[in-house]
C-alpha cells in the first residue's frame, strides 16, 4: 500500500490534479457530467436487470430490451469512467484514505465480474429462454447482484465525495 499511496501524493501534488480540484468552473462541470454518465447508465442498466428478475416488462423478450438499451448503456458508462478517473486524479489522497472510496472500488470490480460472468455465459443462450416467465435463476441472479453492487457503487460513491 506504501507505493499506492506515494502514487497517489505524487498525483496530488502535479500542477494538473491542482488545477482540476481548484477550479471553480470546471470542478462543477465534472462532477455534474459525472453524474449524467451515472444516470445515463444506471437508468438502462437498472431497466435490463428488472426484465431479467422478471419485474417489468414481461412481455418484451429480453434480447429486445437488452438492445434497446445497450448503446445508452455504453456511452453512460464511457462517460462516467473518463469523468470517475478525472475525479480521483483531481483528489487521490482522499480518496486513499476514503473507506468509502475503497468500497466502491470493491463494488464496481464486483459489478463488472457480474457482468461478464452473466454476459459469458447464461447471457450466451438467451435464445433458448427469451421469453420465459420467470426467466432463469442464473439470470435472475445476474440481475438481482447487478442492481446491489450499483446501488453499492452509487451510495459509497456519494459518501466518497461528501466524507473526509
Known amino acids: 500500500m506504501n507505493a499506492l499511496l506515494q502514487f497517489c501524493a505524487w498525483l496530488q501534488d502535479t500542477p494538473s490534479s491542482t488545477a482540476i480540484r481548484e477550479s471553480t468552473a470546471f470542478w462543477p462541470i465534472l ?3 459525472h453524474l449524467l454518465g451515472m444516470a ?10 428488472f426484465r431479467l428478475i422478471g419485474v417489468k416488462w414481461k412481455a418484451d423478450p429480453v434480447s ?12 453512460g458508462f464511457a462517460l462516467m469512467f473518463v469523468t470517475g478517473a478525472i475525479l ?10 476514503s473507506g468509502y472510496f475503497r468500497i466502491k472500488v470493491v463494488a464496481l470490480i464486483l459489478a463488472g465480474l457480474n457482468a461478464l460472468v452473466f454476459h459469458s455465459t447464461i447471457d450466451r443462450t438467451t435464445a433458448k429462454w427469451d421469453m420465459a416467465s420467470p426467466p432463469p435463476f442464473r439470470a435472475r441472479l445476474a440481475g ?3 442492481l446491489t453492487l450499483w446501488a453499492a457503487v452509487i451510495f459509497a460513491g456519494r459518501y466518497t465525495a461528501y466524507n473526509l
Not at 40 to 49: G, H, N, S
Not at 64 to 75: A, D
Open 144 to 146: 438481482v447482484m447487478s
Open 31 to 33: 462532477e455534474g457530467t
Open 64 to 75: 429486445k430490451v437488452k438492445w434497446s438499451f445497450l448503446p445508452v448503456t455504453f456511452f
Open 40 to 49: 445515463l447508465m444506471m437508468a438502462p442498466v437498472m431497466m435490463y436487470d
Open 88 to 97: 480521483f486524479w483531481s483528489e487521490p489522497l482522499k480518496c486513499y484514505k
